[in-house]
């Protein structure tokens, strides 16, 4: 069993950064590769980024690349989600999830394990 809280998110203009959070608890850390997903309200769930259990493989979504990077200190038990240049398209409630001992994915249903989600609203 994993526990993850997310921290970091807020309210920014357009244009802004911000850097989210996932921290864990529980059991070895690099055991589990991660993910972060986002909600709008009256949207489905969308996938944002992934990393590996090492953390040298990586996937971002085509409506983020260029623009949000997904990165984790194992020492940390941690796993961040820095985004640049935001738009108020980002705005949305994002949520980490891990996945044990297996690759990173795309697919919310390969993650067993979610936080409770930190909100994030960009403003034009």
């Known amino acids: 069993q994993v526990q993850l809280v997310e921290s970091g998110g807020g309210s920014v203009q357009a244009g802004d950064s911000l850097r989210l959070s996932c921290a864990a608890s529980g059991r070895t850390f690099n055991n589990y590769a991660m993910g972060w997903f986002r909600q709008a309200p009256g949207k489905e769930q969308e996938f944002v980024a992934a990393?590996?259990?090492?953390?040298?493989?990586?996937d971002h979504a085509d409506s983020v690349k260029g623009r949000f990077t997904i990165s984790r200190d194992n020492a940390k038990n941690t796993v961040y989600l820095q985004m640049n240049s935001l738009k108020p398209e980002d705005t949305a409630a994002y949520y980490c999830?891990?996945?044990?001992?297996?690759?990173?994915?795309?697919?919310?249903?390969?993650?067993?394990?979610w936080g409770q989600g930190t909100q994030v609203t960009v403003s034009s």
């Open positions: 999830a891990a996945r044990f001992r297996s690759g990173a994915s795309y697919l919310p249903q390969d993650y067993g394990y």
């Open positions: 990393i590996s259990r090492s953390g040298y493989n990586l």
